[in-house]
């Protein structure tokens, strides 16, 4: 069973920071990856997508894909209060089955 | 943006009653979900479909039915429901190319006492 592992459970970051989000992945055969985010009392919105090795910037947001590794990264620049939220990474490996890691809570501090 | 519509928001049921949630999307998706959030667990699949008729089953699928009647609507149903199935259930709906973000409703919130 694919299994996405997400690190850290929680993060703290001041106003203006950077705010990085891990996730490890099992399945080598895993094609696309997305970043989600959830807002309090709401359902999860698609952040950006990735599936290509390298790097995919987005304004303030950088996510980063090695698929070697099993590994993919979300960076946020300048992080505003309005970005504390709870942020999951997801994995398809192309059977339509979309996996998804337990979350990390970003709280970013004024 | 996709629009995925679930009912109802609130749920509080007995052990052993019957609970359906019912979803909704209007943007001719082929796929739809029903997923099961948990705190320290995520988002985990219980089922999911590809059209009218069809449902495949997900990670979770124990204590659930789901039922697909037409492409926008899709239900999970609750035959004997336990405290273990209280969570927050989520539908989504995604077209048909694997690379296809997931676009997910508002929420049900299910409690079982």
């Known amino acids: 069973q694919q299994k996405v592992q997400q690190s850290p459970e929680s993060l703290i970051v001041p106003e203006g920071g950077m705010a990085s989000l891990n996730c490890t992945f099992s399945?080598?055969?895993?094609?696309y990856f997305w970043w989600y985010r959830q807002h309090s009392g709401e359902g999860p919105k698609a952040l950006m997508?990735?599936?290509?090795?390298g790097d995919k910037k987005e304004g303030r947001f950088t996510a980063h894909l090695n698929k070697a590794s099993l590994y993919v990264s979300l960076h946020i620049k300048d992080s505003q209060p309005s970005d504390s939220a709870l942020y999951f990474c997801?994995?398809?490996?192309?059977?339509?089955?979309?996996?998804f890691g337990a979350g990390t809570r970003l709280k970013v501090i004024a | 943006e996709a629009a995925v519509t679930q009912s109802p928001r609130n749920k509080v049921t007995v052990t052993g009653g019957n609970v359906t949630l019912s979803c909704r999307q209007t943007?001719?998706?082929?796929?739809m979900y029903w997923y099961r959030q948990d705190t320290g667990h995520g988002l985990r699949l219980i089922h999911y479909?590809?059209?009218?008729?069809?449902?495949q089953i997900g990670d979770v699928p124990d204590g659930y039915k789901a039922t697909r009647t037409t492409q926008e609507d899709f239900f999970l149903l609750l035959e004997l429901a336990s405290p273990s199935q209280t969570s927050l259930y989520f539908c989504?709906?995604?077209?048909?190319?694997?690379?296809?973000?997931?676009?997910f409703g508002e929420g049900s919130r299910l409690i079982v006492v």
């Open positions: 989504a709906s995604s077209g048909h190319n694997s690379g296809n973000t997931l676009y």
């Open positions: 399945d080598r055969n895993s094609q």
């Open positions: 479909s590809y059209g009218a008729g069809n449902l």
């Open positions: 997801a994995e398809n490996t192309g059977n339509y089955k979309y996996v």
């Open positions: 943007n001719s998706h082929n796929y």
């Open positions: 997508s990735i599936f290509s090795n």
